[in-house]
């Protein structure tokens, strides 16, 4: 089928990577026809842009065009949905206020490019996407987009986890990050980028993702995380920086430094349900779980999730607890231990908080596990600054003070007066006890691979 270039300044041959490939369509005109190919061409390492390339093809050779453009459209999307219906969230407060300029310049040329169907709300205030998204009609949408850093996705998995058929639209509907905030932490993991531009190219391409989401209970509530909690240098980091966002991400560097330095301790109460607590163990889990060909998860990936059209709705809500809530009694075989020199409680869900900060080397999206970080607050200044530096070079997992553990849960009491702070996805909670479960494959994300995060592993 001979295909004559239209409208290109070059004769030159020009190769297009086929991930790069958005679409392919012919237009049928009274005497002829033409495909035209719309794709992402890099302008730089961080930014790409959309162009298109048509070709001339005869009418008699209508029948095999298209079966070449279908072929080309089977190459360039593989396993993934084509054409995805998302739900776009703008959090025009987020970051230096720039998420509504991005999208329109980095992100919207590309779905439109892609033939997605795309409907775009912004919010208006805190929590109003948790609003938007317990009343989503979770039929006329594949994917949710955030355009924001990682408050949005938080209250969009806390919006599903609302709905009375919970389960069913935490797995149908695929919550994703465009990279607009100021963390960018899910973007990091899924996408491998924090542009706006590239992670769009990656949602367009995604492979849809079983996700572990964390079940947090304190006081009489109950939330969802997808990210991590912290406890210590890293919640009070994160949340006591927040006149410093002028800095960027520097702020977090910055704020860090000055807690380690003074040796700053955060004593608690803490009981763990360990699953693997030797490193060398985690690590062999780990190197078998990504160089598996098996599925990540055991549950479908199709958009129904595993869940058939004639479940009730009223049997589809949020999984029981299995451990009961921060309320309930200690469950049992778990043992509080007192930690009256905690400098650090970290647990993960994903491997980079930012980016350049992969703190949890050995997580994977859906192993039914947290990974749990602790640091003693008394280490030595050296050590403790030797440590910021190894979170960015990959040695950090293998220091000798960095404990580090695969778990089902845990329960933690703040026993420091005042008004302390613990961080849940980068938002701020009460400083009181609580307690995490982890509710395995219960989330719904869009990943490049479809089993691992854009990280370098322990």
């Known amino acids: 089928m001979p295909l004559t270039q239209r409208h290109i300044g070059?004769?030159?041959?020009?190769?297009?990577?086929?991930?790069?490939?958005?679409?392919?369509?012919?237009?049928?005109y009274s005497t002829a026809?033409?495909?035209?190919?719309?794709?992402?061409?890099?302008?730089?390492?961080?930014?790409?842009?959309?162009?298109?390339?048509?070709?001339?093809?005869?009418?008699?050779?209508?029948?095999?065009?298209?079966?070449?453009?279908?072929?080309?459209?089977d190459r360039a999307y593989g396993e993934s949905q084509r054409r995805k219906r998302m739900k776009v969230l703008i959090n025009p407060f987020g970051g230096k206020g720039q998420a509504k300029k991005y999208y329109d310049r980095d992100i919207a040329p590309i779905f439109t490019s892609a033939w997605c169907e795309v409907d775009v709300e912004r919010t208006q205030y805190s929590g109003h996407a948790v609003e938007i998204a317990e009343q989503l009609d979770t039929d006329r949408y594949d994917v949710v987009a955030c355009?924001?850093?990682?408050?949005?996705?938080?209250?969009?998995?806390?919006?599903?986890?609302?709905?009375?058929?919970?389960?069913?639209?935490?797995?149908?509907?695929?919550?994703?990050?465009?990279?607009?905030?100021?963390?960018?932490?899910?973007?990091?993991?899924?996408?491998?980028?924090?542009?706006?531009?590239?992670?769009?190219?990656?949602?367009?391409?995604?492979?849809?993702?079983?996700?572990?989401?964390?079940?947090?209970t304190q006081g009489d509530r109950r939330m969802l995380s997808f990210l991590s909690q912290s406890v210590g240098?890293?919640?009070?980091?994160?949340?006591?920086?927040?006149?410093?966002?002028?800095?960027?991400?520097?702020?977090?560097?910055?704020?860090?430094?000055?807690?380690?330095?003074?040796?700053?301790?955060?004593?608690?109460?803490?009981?763990?349900?360990?699953?693997?607590?030797?490193?060398?163990?985690?690590?062999?889990?780990?190197?078998?779980?990504?160089s598996s060909k098996a599925a990540p998860s055991s549950r479908s990936s199709s958009c129904s999730g595993g869940i058939t059209e004639g479940d009730d709705p009223a049997d589809l809500g949020l999984p029981a607890l299995k451990f009961g809530t921060v309320q309930d009694a200690l469950p049992e075989g778990w043992k509080l231990v007192a930690h009256d020199k905690l400098g650090n409680f970290y647990a993960g869900n994903m491997a980079y908080m930012s980016a350049k900060a992969n703190f949890f080397p050995a997580a994977l999206p859906a192993d039914g596990c947290a990974d749990l970080v602790c640091i003693d607050g008394d280490i030595s200044r050296r050590a403790a600054i030797s440590s910021l530096g190894a979170v960015e070079n990959g040695a950090f997992f293998d220091m000798p003070h960095v404990h580090y553990r695969k778990i089902k849960g845990y329960r933690i009491l703040p026993k420091q007066p005042g008004?302390?702070?613990?961080?849940?996805?980068?938002?701020?909670?009460?400083?009181?006890?609580?307690?995490?479960?982890v509710l395995a494959a219960l989330g719904t994300v869009l990943s490049r691979s479809g089993r691992g995060y854009e990280a370098r592993g322990s």
Request: hydrophobic share 40%.
């Open 33 to 73: 026809s033409e495909i035209v190919i719309n794709y992402a061409h890099p302008v730089s390492k961080s930014c790409i842009r959309t162009k298109s390339l048509a070709y001339a093809v005869d009418k008699a050779d209508h029948r095999h065009a298209e079966a070449w453009t279908e072929s080309l459209l």
């Open 233 to 290: 240098i890293v919640a009070e980091t994160d949340l006591a920086t927040e006149h410093l966002r002028w800095m960027g991400s520097q702020r977090f560097t910055y704020g860090f430094l000055i807690r380690l330095l003074g040796k700053t301790v955060y004593p608690c109460d803490v009981a763990v349900a360990v699953e693997i607590g030797d490193k060398a163990a985690i690590r062999d889990a780990y190197n078998a779980a990504v």
């Open 147 to 216: 355009c924001s850093g990682d408050g949005l996705p938080h209250e969009v998995f806390n919006g599903l986890g609302r709905k009375r058929d919970a389960r069913r639209a935490l797995r149908k509907i695929a919550v994703v990050q465009l990279p607009c905030g100021t963390g960018n932490a899910m973007s990091q993991n899924l996408n491998g980028t924090d542009s706006p531009s590239l992670a769009a190219l990656c949602i367009v391409k995604g492979l849809r993702t079983p996700l572990d989401l964390i079940a947090i």
């Open 10 to 28: 070059s004769k030159a041959t020009r190769a297009i990577p086929f991930y790069n490939i958005l679409w392919a369509n012919i237009n049928d």
């Open 419 to 437: 008004d302390g702070y613990i961080s849940i996805d980068g938002e701020r909670v009460p400083f009181e006890p609580f307690q995490a479960e």
